[in-house]
């Protein structure tokens, strides 16, 4: 199966139902609402499954992506399409293993975007937005999407992180954090 991305790219997909690539409803919503600040950014992609979401933050200019992905079939689907993708500007990492792990070995590294999509009845969502927020890994400015099902998860608050606003798309919906140490964030709240 291959998957359609930004500019009428083609991905490679794993097959089987080992992953679920975000639906491109949800990625199209996502890149509007992000537009502004993808050019030359650094993205995280956690629980990258076919590396979809890292993609297309290349295809729109980020200039480094690091995925973190459990399965190695995924991560070597990952490494062909990031690959192909890439410009000789780009730089990209995939990182095989526990996203928890993976995530302490990112400590003082810090990302624009974060694009969160575990698999939906995981309990991967507490433990990682804690891991996000221990390990400051979002700029001042940036910005943690979490895809999730409604009946799957319900957004909570995390210390150092603050809920800006949730979208629902169907059956799916991402919540927004930012970091909650951003004073300006806290008393000038962005909707969307």
């Known amino acids: 199966m291959s998957l359609r991305i ?20 949800v990625r199209e919503a996502l890149f509007n609402i992000w537009q502004g600040s993808i050019q030359g950014c650094i993205w995280l992609d956690l629980c990258a499954g076919n590396g979809v979401m890292g993609a297309e933050a290349l295809c729109r200019g980020a200039v480094s992506v690091i ?14 399409n990031w690959q192909r ?3 000789a500007d780009q730089t990209y990492q995939v990182i095989r293993g526990d996203v928890l792990v993976g995530l302490s070995k990112l400590a003082g ?20 937005l ?30 150092g992180l603050m809920l ?15 970091s909650a140490v951003d004073a300006d964030v806290v008393s000038n709240p962005l909707d969307y």
């Not at 973190?68 to 490494?79: N, P």
């Not at 590294?109 to 990682?128: A, G, K």
């Not at 804690?130 to 608050?157: F, S, Y």
């Open 6 to 25: 930004y500019g009428n790219r083609q991905l490679k997909t794993v097959p089987g139902q080992a992953t679920r690539p975000t639906t491109g409803r």
């Open 130 to 159: 804690r891991a996000i927020a221990r390990h400051q890994l979002l700029t001042p400015d940036g910005e943690l999407a979490v895809e999730h099902e409604e009946t799957a998860w319900e957004a909570i608050a995390i210390a």
């Open 164 to 178: 800006r606003t949730q979208k629902r798309y169907g059956r799916t919906t991402l919540s927004f954090y930012r």
């Open 67 to 80: 995925g973190i992905e459990k399965a190695g079939l995924a991560c070597r689907t990952i490494q062909q």
């Open 109 to 128: 590294q810090q990302f624009h975007h974060i694009y969160f999509d575990p698999p939906y009845h995981s309990d991967l969502y507490q433990p990682v």
């Open 85 to 87: 993708i890439a410009s």
